[in-house]
């Protein structure tokens, strides 16, 4: 089983709120993912990283940022929640091919 | 048209049954190919990974990959209740990011 954390698992936030969500990895592995899903949509690339110090826009156009300061540590922050933030937010290590997944943080932005 | 398409369904089928999960593509430059497993409120987690054309096998899951039709396929056999989840189809160039098919949904009824 892979170990692979995310907080919170589920958040309801008001419009205008900066929000951070947690991910963080005890695998040590260089790749990390931040996905976005929407039911019965496919997972959005948003952001990822393949080292300390490295961080890269997904396909997905986002008004998140990203920061990479430690291996295991993978944070992802939203300065301004807005509605269209509303989804569910996957983080993911990867060896090689191979992704682990955490098991998302399920936003709600009112 | 989208790179990876995959029924939604959702497919729902008795205990016992042959479950037969598709994908199509429309890139040949994919050459590595995975399939993942979602349950509701869960992250995927990786089933099955190849990168040749062929059959390959573990346990109940068969992955099945024709290049040459830009079909991949996913068969379970002595479907069980606990295989009710998501299946996501997900695939790969030799240097670019994976996408992931939206998923199909998968029903198994005791």
């Known amino acids: 089983e892979a170990d692979i954390y995310q907080t919170p698992r589920y958040l309801v936030i008001g419009t205008g709120k900066k929000i951070t969500l947690e991910c963080s990895q005890t695998?040590?592995?260089?790749?990390m993912y931040w996905y976005q899903q929407d039911p019965g949509m496919e997972l959005h690339l948003i952001h990822y990283s393949y080292g300390v110090n490295s961080t890269e826009k997904g396909d997905l156009s986002s008004e998140s940022t990203v920061s990479r300061i430690r291996t295991e540590h993978f944070p992802l922050t939203l300065e301004s929640a807005r509605p269209s933030h509303t989804s569910q937010y996957l983080c993911a290590s990867a060896l090689g091919d191979e992704q682990y997944f955490g098991p998302g943080t399920r936003l709600t932005v009112t | 048209q989208k790179e990876v398409e995959q029924d939604p369904g959702p497919l729902s089928v008795p205990e016992g049954a042959i479950v037969s999960l598709n994908c199509t593509y429309s890139?040949?430059?994919?050459?590595?190919f995975m399939w993942y497993r979602q349950y509701s409120r869960k992250g995927p987690e990786l089933l099955m990974y190849?990168?040749?054309?062929g059959n390959k096998e573990d346990g109940r899951f068969t992955a099945q990959v024709d290049k040459s039709s830009k079909y991949i396929s996913l068969f379970i056999r002595d479907s069980q209740p606990s295989d009710s989840a998501t299946y996501l189809c997900?695939?790969?160039?030799?240097?670019?990011?994976?996408?992931f098919g939206p998923g199909t949904s998968l029903s198994v009824i005791p």
């Open positions: 997900a695939m790969k160039t030799s240097y670019d990011k994976v996408i």
């Open positions: 695998m040590g592995h260089d790749k």
């Open positions: 190849t990168y040749s054309s």
């Open positions: 890139n040949s430059a994919f050459q590595y």
